[in-house]
């Protein structure tokens, strides 16, 4: 492992410094530091884990619900059947397809939103714009917007600091906003964009 081969390492810098080769003593200092080891440590840890993570047992288990109750219905009500449909039924079921469309969402490792593909036709004179995604998550944007005086455009007022438009590092004060989630901004009020944001 990694801290197999630092300690190998640190054994030939300690040799080195014995003999006081210029630059040794500052890198053996650096290779030795607790914040450095606990990087590794955690590496390795990422590394074995990616080596042995679990694999789903289905990617559709929503779909599989959906062919279970069918077939429920058209079965022969036996005692094993009717006990099935009493468990589909139990509360922690009630919500089973939001639950169940979370599961197939993380076993099929779709997390993020997909972007639309950029248009072919775009003027070589075409202003430079960006595509820009940001998932909220119930937490404030973050940033705030005006119309500018002259052109009447809505541009990003101000970034909060800390806030999740600045942690993105995605949006600037003064960048011009086209289009949100879809919409089109040209003609609106800053109060109308809020609420599409």
Request: proline share 7%.
């Given at each position: 492992g ?7 390492v640190l ?5 080195l410094?014995?003999r006081d080769?210029?630059?040794v003593?500052?890198?053996y ?12 440590k955690?590496?390795e840890?990422?590394?074995h884990y990616?080596?042995?993570r679990?694999v789903p047992?289905?990617l559709?288990a929503?779909?599989?619900n959906?062919e ?9 009500q036996s005692?094993e ?7 589909l039924?139990a509360p922690?079921?009630k919500?089973s ?5 979370a599961?197939?969402?993380?076993a099929q490792?779709?997390f993020e939103?997909?972007?639309p593909?950029?248009?072919?036709n775009?003027p070589?004179n075409e202003?430079?714009m960006?595509i820009?995604?940001l998932v ?9 917007i005006?119309?500018h005086?002259?052109t ?5 007022a ?6 999740l438009?600045?942690?993105?590092g995605?949006?600037y004060?003064g960048?011009?906003?086209?289009e949100?989630n879809g919409?089109?901004v040209e003609g ?6 809020i609420n599409i944001?």
């Amino acid at each position: 492992g990694v801290s197999h081969v630092l300690t190998l390492v640190l054994q030939e810098l300690s040799l080195l410094c014995k003999r006081d080769v210029n630059g040794v003593g500052m890198l053996y200092d650096l290779l030795r530091s607790r914040w450095l080891q606990a990087l590794l440590k955690i590496y390795e840890c990422l590394q074995h884990y990616l080596g042995k993570r679990p694999v789903p047992v289905m990617l559709q288990a929503r779909a599989l619900n959906r062919e279970v109750v069918e077939l429920l219905h058209e079965a022969p009500q036996s005692g094993e059947i009717k006990e099935l449909r009493r468990l589909l039924r139990a509360p922690h079921f009630k919500a089973s397809p939001a639950l169940l469309s979370a599961h197939d969402a993380v076993a099929q490792k779709d997390f993020e939103p997909t972007l639309p593909p950029l248009p072919d036709n775009i003027p070589e004179n075409e202003e430079a714009m960006r595509i820009v995604c940001l998932v909220k998550n119930n937490q404030p944007l973050g940033a705030t917007i005006k119309r500018h005086e002259i052109t009447g455009d809505i541009t990003v007022a101000r970034v909060i600091h800390g806030g999740l438009a600045d942690r993105s590092g995605l949006l600037y004060a003064g960048d011009k906003l086209v289009e949100v989630n879809g919409v089109p901004v040209e003609g609106l009020e800053p109060e109308q964009v809020i609420n599409i944001l």
